[in-house]
Nanobody
């Protein structure tokens, strides 16, 4: 099964930082839309940030300027830099890639490829 591979999750204290990575090298082509989602226990999956083919980014309101999404030059790795983490950021984080849609990446859940997720736990 071809899918993105997330890494970089872990357990941290409130106020600390983590950088999540998502390997995209196994995908059959360069992705146009890229995004990070998260899902906390008992809650629905929600969008965290998206990156479109022109480099435009969109962030969920709850990121409050603390998170930053980016790729490497070849778009083979997607990153999510998370600073000033809060206990409410605790969730499984997933990256998603779409090889067919180039814009309007935010607010979509119909991505071609999903990773298995990486757990982020923030304690107070």
């Amino acid at each position: 099964l071809v899918q993105p591979v997330e890494s970089g999750g872990g357990s941290v204290q409130a106020g600390e930082s983590l950088r999540l990575s998502c390997g995209l090298s196994d995908l059959p082509d360069t992705a146009y839309c890229l995004a990070w989602f998260r899902q906390a226990p008992g809650k629905e999956r929600e969008g965290v940030a998206s990156l479109d083919n022109a480099g435009g980014t969109t962030y969920a309101h709850f990121t409050e300027g603390r998170f930053s999404v980016a790729t490497d030059n070849g778009k083979r790795t997607l990153y999510l830099q998370m600073n000033s983490l809060k206990p409410e950021d605790t969730a499984m984080y997933y990256c998603a890639a779409d090889l067919t849609v180039a814009s309007d990446c935010w607010g979509r859940y119909e991505y071609n490829y999903w990773g298995q997720g990486t757990q982020v736990t923030v304690s107070s």
